[in-house]
């Protein structure tokens, strides 16, 4: 549809171009015309001046040369006539019509005899004015000027200047000059046809060719365009418009369109303006909100006409439609931003203002406002000189300059005071340089906050810091202080001292910075885990101080928070503890010897015990031996009389075991322990040694629980409290009552008396039926050194070591006791829910084997024996009693032996070094090591000499083939 109204357009086009040539062709031959009349026109009148004008130069200038310069008048003419080629002569006459000087010098001083010539010479000087006339000499037609000229004494007129112009040769100037004219107008009239003709051949073209571009405008434009004639035809449309209306029909009107898809109130407010703009032909633009499936849209319409008729009424009107929603709702979103930043600066506690470059302000806050006293409205438009002094006012604008002249913002500090409340205060401003969108510098941002209070405080803190230094330094401790980054930020005197630096040397550095990089890595290790967990931490080192002393010392260190209670740093304390160390180690040391002597004065107690069940042991051996003897004369079996001597090796061995454990003088060692043997095993001791007169009763029903603890302490324990309780019942006697039982500890009165946490317990409770003890001694009796015994009867640390090993393992001892009728001790201890790690039974089955072993000890009765068992179970022995012989063999013949088996004790040289020389010279060699004194060797002592197992003498063939059996296995070789 489009292109059929193009091609109507484009006929009307061309009959309009033609008529415009047309018109342009009869303007230009008029124009031409005219022009060839005004230029004869103005020929003849130039060449009519020209006359007049020589005749009036030659007049006065001859008026002014005396007769006697015709000379020079002669020479004049002769000039004038050589230079203008139009003039027919000159001449200079007198009154009597002599020639004085004439253009042709032939005719000098002759007389002028022509009768026209003569009468206008007369009339000329009659009326002493010019005098022109035409005459035909020669054959041409010459136009004659005469002009009379003064001179004398009375100025009068002596005579005439007449001059003759040749009209036939102008005449023929003024023909070609015409002829010329004629055929410039004539090839301008053929171009102005030619382009006209041009102009009408391509106007078509042109016109298809604008519509073509206009089509494609409309396929491309980002914005929906309707194109209507008067009754409401769309004669073109855009591809948005097609998008939101679909496509026309050839009879369907824009009203119509719109109708299906807009609101009846829209339709009408479009028709409406399509009317407006088709009376008055002004274009005309409104906004819709119309509902596009479901979405509330916001179109902007314009319309305008394109297109009108003869009469200059609009024919065609364009609509554009374009969809604002998005930048409707940016709009709101920044008039929102807008707000809320308006908002926010009115409700910023600072000063805000914004000035221009000449100083006068844009707008500033509420906050400002209260400065100088008045609205902003008041303010805006006028510079600081219209509110304050002019000293200030200078103050404010060189810093205004300073900060534009600098593109970056300047701090400073000023006093001000609020012209509202006179409050007078100390800011701290910042003035900073604002340029629009293009860079250009438009003014000086302000902001200024009462600083006012951090500068008391600031001042206040300083104080206190100072305070803060001075009471560091008297601290004799040394005192530091890091940020999160590990980094020093103080310390005191003492720890400059201690280090040996400067306060100003530490400040800044890390532990990297000031020691050794494996000890800077644990101290960074400890400071780690302290930010990362928070509180307190206390932990005990060794360091070297400034004077190259070991000192032992104790950091107590502890996190310290921000204003925001962010963990900011930490602070620190050493204690140095090397003196207290050296005075507690030998209190430690002085209490293990008191403790050895207690205990050795135990065991001098239980030697009647002991004494005892040794000549039991010794009775039973020496019994069955000699009944074995008297059975083998009748070749009876002894099988029986063997395993009673064996199981009596055994109870002896047992024997010197818990007499050794409970008098060597060896660390403390826990573990998982069952209690009721190890208290059946004291009460045999005590049985012994405590008079007839003391009747023993135990209740150990409990047979497997089991505590964390060290055996000799649980001797100690049970040895002290019943030694105790036997020394109660010395004079009358009575009875001594042990029972054993598991408890749960759940009432919380008792938890808290005995400082307990609530669990299971194994309950031991020591009672006797002795003296008592009287209730005002009764709380001191855990106290070290306190007794009632008298001198000479005891040391008073007993029940202070019972107390001290209980407490140690987690547990509570407490005592009840009424005078007259005994005391009762009862003793919790945590009790154990795991799995025990005794040892396995002595009669566990023996393993064979095979393989070359080298025996060594001093004792021949062992050799025999160990040797006899050794090859019994599958083994090739070599042996001997001397270290130092060993160590010949083995290294005569290093590769036939699988195993070694060496006593600890020997002459010349011990177990220990013999494995130390035989590994040297081979570092495979399996070796076991037997001794009968356990010497405080600890089993990784052992294990780092190279000893793969260590067996306790006096041997039994299970345990020794076991020890052996086990060295050989291939994982420990």
């Known amino acids: 549809m489009l292109m059929r109204d193009s091609n109507v357009l484009n006929q009307h086009d061309r009959k309009l171009a033609l008529s415009f040539g047309a018109v342009v062709l009869i303007l230009v031959l008029a124009a031409s015309g005219a022009a060839s009349y005004l230029f004869s026109q103005l020929k003849q009148k130039q060449e009519d001046r020209l006359s007049g004008v020589i005749a009036v130069i030659l007049g006065e200038s001859i008026s002014r040369v005396s007769f006697s310069g015709k000379y020079h008048a002669r020479l004049f003419v002769e000039e004038m006539k050589s230079r203008v080629p139009e003039l027919a002569f000159i001449s200079v006459e007198n009154k009597d019509g002599l020639i004085l000087a004439h253009s042709d010098p032939a005719k000098n001083d002759e007389t002028m005899s022509d009768t026209e010539d003569v009468d206008l010479r007369i009339q000329s000087l009659k009326t002493g004015s010019p005098v022109a006339g035409e005459h035909i000499r020669d054959g041409k037609t010459i136009k004659e000027v005469v002009l009379p000229y003064r001179g004398g004494p009375d100025a009068g007129v002596i005579g005439v200047v007449h001059t003759g112009i040749n009209f036939d040769e102008v005449r023929r100037e003024q023909r070609v000059n015409l002829f010329k004219l004629l055929i410039l107008v004539a090839v301008l009239t053929a171009a102005a046809i030619w382009v006209i003709l041009i102009l009408s051949h391509h106007f078509g073209s042109t016109v298809r060719a604008l519509a ?83 979405r509330l849209c916001t179109w902007n319409v314009s319309k305008f006409p394109i297109a009108r008729d003869d009469d200059g009424k609009t024919t065609l009107i364009c609509a554009f439609i374009h969809d604002i929603t998005e930048r409707k709702q940016a709009e709101r979103s920044l008039a929102e931003n807008e707000a809320r930043l308006r908002t926010l600066v009115q409700t910023i506690p600072d000063l805000i203002w914004l000035k221009d470059t000449d100083g006068v302000y844009l707008t500033c806050n509420t906050r400002f406002e209260r400065l100088y006293g008045a609205r902003e409205t008041d303010i805006v438009g006028k510079t600081d000189y219209d509110f304050v002094g002019k000293e200030l006012a200078d103050f404010f604008r060189e810093h205004d300059r300073m900060a534009m002249a600098a593109g970056k913002s300047s701090a400073n500090e000023e006093w001000l005071t609020f012209a509202d409340d006179g409050y ?25 906050r009462d600083i006012t209070e951090r500068k008391r405080d600031e001042e206040r803190l300083k104080n206190q810091m100072e305070f803060l230094t001075t009471l560091l330094d008297t601290i004799p401790s040394p005192v530091f202080y890091k940020d999160v980054s590990r980094r020093y930020l103080g310390c005191n005197r003492a720890f400059e001292e201690f280090w040996g630096m400067s306060r100003e040397s530490i400040v800044g550095k890390s532990a990297h910075d000031m020691g050794p990089e494996e000890i800077a890595e644990k101290y960074e290790a400890m400071d780690n885990e302290l930010f990362e967990h928070g509180g307190h931490q206390t932990y005990e080192w060794k360091v070297r101080s400034a004077d190259g002393s070991e000192k032992d010392v104790i950091f107590n260190k502890a996190t310290f928070p921000d204003a925001g209670g962010h963990i900011a740093g930490l602070v620190g304390v050493i204690l140095d503890i090397t003196e207290r160390k050296h005075v507690e180690e030998e209190r430690i040391r002085l209490e293990g010897r008191l403790l050895q002597s207690y205990k050795m004065e135990a065991i001098g107690s239980l030697a009647g015990g002991i004494a005892h069940d040794f000549n039991n042991i010794l009775s039973a051996v020496l019994g069955f031996v000699e009944l074995a003897k008297m059975k083998l004369k009748d070749n009876r079996s002894v099988e029986n009389e063997m395993n009673q001597i064996l199981s009596a090796g055994i109870r002896a061995r047992d024997l010197v075991k818990q007499i050794l454990a409970f008098s060597r003088q060896t660390g403390i060692k826990r573990e998982p322990l069952v209690l009721a043997p190890l208290i059946k095993e004291s009460m045999k001791f005590l049985r012994a040694s405590l008079p007839v007169t003391i009747d023993i009763r135990q209740d150990i029903s409990v047979s497997g629980s089991m505590t964390i603890a060290d055996p000799t302490q649980i001797h100690q324990v049970i040895m002290n409290l019943c030694t105790n309780a036997a020394y109660a019942m010395k004079e009358k006697g009575g009875t001594l009552a042990i029972r054993l039982a598991e408890v749960e500890l759940d009432d919380e009165a008792e938890q808290e008396l005995k400082g307990l946490k609530q669990g299971p317990y194994l309950q031991l409770t020591v009672a006797d039926t002795g003296c008592g003890i009287p209730k005002e001694i009764i709380n001191r009796i855990f106290d070290p050194f306190f007794t009632t015994k008298g001198r000479g009867e005891g040391t008073g640390m007993g029940l202070s070591v019972v107390h001290g090993i209980v407490r140690e393992m987690g547990g509570a001892i407490s005592a009840y006791s009424e005078p007259g009728k005994g005391t009762t001790f009862q003793v919790l201890f945590p ?74 004790t020997m002459p010349k040289m011990t177990g220990l070094e013999l494995s130390e020389q035989l590994l040297k010279i081979r570092s495979d060699i399996p070796i076991v090591l037997c001794t009968g004194f356990n010497l405080g060797i600890s089993p990784e002592k052992i294990r780092d000499v190279g000893i793969k197992e260590l067996v306790m003498k006096p041997m039994i063939a299970s345990e020794l083939a076991n020890a052996v059996y086990t060295a050989l296995a291939p994982d420990n070789v």
């Open 831 to 904: 009790r154990y829910e795991g799995e025990s790690s005794g040892a396995d039974s002595a009669h566990t089955a023996t393993r064979t084997g095979s393989g070359t072993i080298l025996f060594v000890d001093d004792e021949e009765g062992v050799i025999v024996s160990s040797r006899g068992i050794l090859e019994q179970l599958g083994y090739k022995v070599v042996s001997t009693s001397s270290p130092l012989e060993a160590l010949e063999i083995f290294r005569s013949r290093p590769g036939e032996f699988n195993l070694v088996l060496t006593d600890m």
């Open 424 to 448: 007078h205060g100390l800011f701290d401003t910042i003035k900073t340089p604002m340029c629009d969108v293009d860079g250009k510098l438009i003014g000086v941002l302000g902001i200024s």
């Open 212 to 294: 073509t571009q206009l089509q494609g405008i409309l396929n491309h434009a980002p914005v929906a365009i309707g194109i209507s004639d008067r009754i409401g035809r769309i004669i073109g449309f855009s591809v948005g418009f097609e998008h939101l209306f679909g496509r026309p029909t050839a009879r369907q009107t824009q009203m119509q369109l719109f109708a299906e898809r807009l609101s009846d109130a829209n339709v009408k407010r479009l028709a409406e303006t399509d009317r407006k703009v088709f009376e008055n032909g002004v274009p005309c633009e409104q906004e819709l909100q119309v509902d596009i499936q479901g």
